[in-house]
Structures are given as C-alpha cells and as structure tokens.
C-alpha cells in the first residue's frame, strides 16, 4: 500500500528533476558575443549608432571606427574595431612612426670611404636626389665636387622594384615607381606638352610639342601612330613600354603634365649619373678595409621635408624608400636594405603597444596583403601624439582645406577641423587622422570602409558628415 502511495511522488520528483536540466544547460552555456560597439571599454553613444546604421551609402560594405582620446588614450566609441581590413595609404603611418624612431632628424643620403684617388660609395634608398617634388642636391654636390680622379658607384642589395601582391599592370603609372639602392629624378620621367597652335593666316598650325626630363630619355619618346590608338585611355598621355623605356605620348587639344616610371637598372644608373655630374661613374664591389677605411653617411635633408610630401599627397614612392633608408640604421649586417627586415624590427620592437598583430608587408599600402583593425590605427595615432610635439605632428598630415588629400573637405568657417591621411584603392575608402571638437578636444580616429561595390564619393561624404557630428558632440 505505501509503495503505491509513494509512486505518483517519484514520478513527480522524476518530472521535475527532468525539466530541470534543459534549463541548467542554458544557464552553463557560452553567452552570444556582444557587437564590437558593446564591448568593454567601449563608450554607449547612441546617436553615433543611429547615424552609422541609418547611413544608405554604409549599409552593403564592411565599416569600422575607432575613436580614441589623442592626449590620454581613452577609447570614446568603437564598431567592429577587432575586425580586420585592408588600410590601403593609412598604412603610410606606420612606416611614418618607424621613421621618427630610426632614422632622426635628417635622411641619410648616400655612404662612401675614399681610398687612393677613388671615392667609393652606395645608395641608402634616399629619394630626393634631384627629384621633382622633394629635390635635394646635397648628394650631386657632393659627388661633383670631390677631389678624386674616380667615383665609384658600388651596389647594395634591395628589395624587388615591385612590393609584395602590386598589381602588375600599373607600372606605368606615376604612383608606381620601382624601388632602387640609389633613385634619381624619382625613378620617373616628366613630359611637359605645349598646347598646339592653329593656322593663323600665313602661318601653319604647330603641332603639341613635348619637354621630357630628364633628357636622356627624349631620344626614346615618340608620338603615337595609328596603330597605338585601339585600346587607348583617353585619360593617358604617356604609356611605356612594359618591359623597357620606350614611351609613346598621345598629343591632346591642350597643354598637359605627364609623369611616367622608367625601367631601373645598374646600366642606366651610370649612365644618368655620369650625364648628370659630368664625370665618369664605374660600377665596383663595396669592399672596406676593417681598420683602414673609414666609412661614413652623408647627411640629406631633413627627415620632416620627406615625411610631409608623403603624408599630404600620399606619395607611395617615397613611402617605400623610407623603409629601405631605416634599414641602413639597423646595425649589422649592413649589406643590404631590406624592407622586411624594417618591418619585422618595427612590429618585435616599436609597435609592441598596439592592441592586434599587423600583418604588414610594404611601406606604401599599395598591397592587399597588408592588415589593420580600426582600434590598432587609432592606438598608433595617440602613440604618435604622446612622442611628436602637436603642432609639427598636425604640420606634417593633410589638413581640411590645406593642401593635399584633404584640400576640399574638413574645413569650415572656424578654419581647419581634421589633420589626417587617407587611404584608397579600388574599393576601398579609409580615413585616419585627428578632429579638433568644438570643444577643444582632439580625437584619435580611424573610419575604415572595404569592399564598397560602386563609387566611393557617397562614402567620402558620409564620412565628413558624421565626423562633423562627432566634433560638433564631443
């Protein structure tokens, strides 16, 4: 009778102890991530949510942004700031901060000894021999001026002309110079063209004529026939031939500016530097006597004229050649200026403080291969807050309505509002940079958008916009 009884009370107990467990299991399971936004250490700011989410021209692309307190390194907002992307240009802040580290105040020029009547030297990567944008003449007056019968030009090795993953087919236009030891005019020639002249009266119409510099390489320009007109980007004044320097110039009812790589090599090194110094240049080994030979750097210009013209304009080039100049300040071995080798010293031993690994693999961001997650670009910009004195940091980056990336935008009747760098390949559209609030705050921030499926122009914009936002709020 007592185990009839005590049968519906174990059947019960059995239920419950039953319908206990599903809800143990929930309660012991891994909860669902939070949106990068929510993360800790993230500041809630809903209307910056609202405008992000509620943007048509952010809405089919991957978007991430990173704002940071530039005196204190407060994190103020973040999306997605863990993701990864590809930074295109802003990559140049990285090579910029390895800079400032390495290389001190002026760029080293060229290295030399001199034995006997011969002066032997090298290249050090530095670019601005008699280049068109940044020229210095500290190195040509120097070698045309030495006392010895000889100068010797010795070679050191270097990197690939091209980066890691560059796209083969743009090596005809002026943003892809080959990398040298020892550049000169920039590693591109410039062709001026004179605006044709019409018939007037008796006098015949003059076709479009056209300057090249340097002039070694007018004797291979030609004008354009026939049959070089299939296939022609109306946009393109200048092509080159792919694997030599021979360059077709296509004439236009205007005047016109064109500026085209050349083709590198140790033959044509020489060449240009006897033509230019007017004294005869040798190619030898670069043997020092230890103990006997006393091998020194020459000094060019100074580090900040470099570091301007790349920030401003973006130049890739001299991106590129910065690593290969940070490589003569390593320390042994000192034969050769490897680019890769001044990356992996900056990610072991300067960029340590930064929040994710950087896959990091040219001086440019010409490659798709490099990586950055927005919170790593914003904690390199407060890093170069807290070691570069204000004013000549925001000196060297664009500014809103300065000259530059940035000279149409972020500038309004107060004056300038953002100092940063851009960066762009086909779609892709970042920005990374400091914005002054209405308040006096200056902000860390990096806005990355990839993948963007049409034109990037309604990106730029949005970006203004809720930037505007941001120094209008905060």
């Given amino acids: ?132 944008d940044v020229p210095s003449r500290r190195a040509y007056a120097f070698l045309a001026r030495r006392p010895e019968r000889l100068l010797a030009y010795c070679s050191i090795a270097t990197p690939p002309p091209y980066g890691p993953s560059w796209a083969w087919d743009d090596f005809n236009y002026y943003f892809q110079p080959e990398r040298t030891a020892f550049p000169l005019y920039g590693n591109t020639v410039r062709f001026y063209a004179s605006a044709p002249l019409p018939a007037r009266g008796k006098l015949p119409a003059s076709p479009q004529r056209v300057r090249v510099l340097p002039r070694p390489f007018a004797p291979l320009t030609s004008l354009a026939t026939a049959d070089d007109l299939p296939g022609h980007n109306p946009d393109q004044h200048v092509s080159r031939a792919q694997l030599d320097n021979r360059f077709t110039f296509f004439p236009a009812p205007k005047k016109w500016v064109d500026e085209v790589p050349y083709r590198t ?122 070691e570069v004195p204000e004013p000549r940091l925001l000196s060297l980056l664009a500014g809103g309505g300065g000259q530059g990336t940035l000279r149409h935008r972020y500038k309004d009747a107060q004056g300038t509002w953002f100092w940063g760098k851009t960066g762009t390949l086909t779609h892709t559209c970042n920005l990374a940079g400091y914005v002054r609030t209405r308040s006096g705050r200056l902000l860390a921030v990096s806005f990355l958008n990839n993948s963007i499926p049409g034109d990037d122009q309604p990106v730029r914009n949005e970006m203004q916009r809720i930037l505007g936002q941001v120094r209008q709020r905060l």
């Fill in 1 to 132: 009778m007592r185990a009839v009884l005590l049968r519906p009370i174990y059947f019960l107990l059995l239920f419950l102890w039953s319908s206990a467990q599903p809800l143990a299991c929930a309660h012991t399971s891994k909860p669902a991530a939070p949106p990068d936004s929510l993360r800790p250490g993230a500041a809630p700011l809903p209307w910056l949510d609202s405008l992000l989410t509620a943007a048509p021209a952010l809405r089919q692309h991957q978007v991430g942004l990173s704002i940071r307190d530039a005196a204190t390194g407060e994190v103020v907002y973040e999306l997605n700031e863990a993701r990864y992307f590809t930074p295109a240009s802003v990559m140049k802040l990285f090579s910029f901060y390895t800079g400032l580290r390495l290389l001190g105040d002026s760029l080293p020029s060229l290295r030399y000894f001199s034995r006997h009547d011969t002066l032997f030297f090298q290249g050090t990567g530095d670019p601005t021999f008699l280049h068109g």
């Fill in 265 to 386: 090599s140790r033959t044509l090194l020489l060449r240009l530097l006897g033509d230019t110094l007017r004294r005869a240049v040798v190619h030898t080994a670069w043997r020092p006597r230890p103990g006997l030979d006393s091998i020194r750097t020459l000094p060019g210009l100074p580090a900040d004229s470099l570091y301007r013209r790349m920030l401003r304009v973006s130049d890739n080039f001299l991106a590129e050649q910065l690593l290969l100049m940070c490589a003569t300040k390593l320390g042994p071995p000192r034969d050769s200026l490897s680019a890769w080798r001044v990356i992996r010293h900056a990610q072991r031993h300067l960029l340590q403080p930064l929040p994710d690994k950087l896959p990091w693999v040219d001086g440019s961001g010409l490659s798709r291969l490099n990586l950055v997650t927005p919170r790593s670009l914003s904690a390199l910009l407060v890093l170069l807050h807290q």
